[in-house]
């Protein structure tokens, strides 16, 4: 897991913890199987995944991923890092859509 965390997780688990969203519970750093969720709520099985900017090879790792999680029931939402903090309420409207 890693400790420290980009400003957009930081403001994403502001958010996200304690039940403040939707009263879901979500977890920060979670694993599934070979894999580490940025965010992750079990009850509804939603993945939260920030993104930096990406290369070709991480592309394919996170298409692979994703199609991996979802073969499993977990849904993936994706958001690039300057999205979670420009445009935080239409973020936090996309993860909220997902949670009801």
Known sequence: MRRNMTDAEALMWQLLRNRRLASAKFRRQHPVGRYILDFYCDDKRLAVELDGGQHGEALVYDQ??????????????????????????????VIYSALV
């Not at 199609?67 to 445009?87: D, H, K, P, T």
């Not at 935080?88 to 409207?93: C, D, G, K, W, Y």
């Open 64 to 93: 692979t991923r994703d199609a991996w999680l979802e073969n499993r029931g977990i849904r993936v939402l994706r958001f690039w890092n300057n999205e979670v903090l420009s445009e935080t309420e239409a973020v936090l409207e």
